[in-house]
């Protein structure tokens, strides 16, 4: 649904609003159709676009947000590939440099369901070994 949809956009925002005013990124949730997304899951650190982003896993166990790391000209930025029950979405939201950002959508973009579902699975691995932010 439209009231959906809209809803999953606000995660990005959320996230990005809140590492602006210095949030811990794991603090964030919003409210999706069934029940909280929360995107804390992580992260390790990934380069797209020649910049360093730092990729959470989510809740719902498959989505993954990308927040632009600390002297990513990028910043503030975060992308997002969501999901809803027919399809995979990525978005993204800020005000950082947008050759940057741009960059880094032309390495997103042609990821798949397998892509997101690996970068999901690296996440919940630092997680798991409480290793924080680690360059891979």
Known sequence: STQALCRMKIIPLLIALSIVFGAAPRAVTAAAPDEPLSCNI???????????????????????????????????FVFSFLYTSKSMTLHGEGTGNKQATDAAFKELQPLGPADVAALFKQAKAHAAAGTGVHAT
């Open 42 to 76: 992580g992260p390790v650190t990934k380069s797209y676009g020649g910049g360093q982003w730092l990729v959470y896993g989510c809740s719902d166990g498959k989505s993954v947000v990308l927040v632009t790391a600390q002297g990513n000209p990028g910043f503030p």
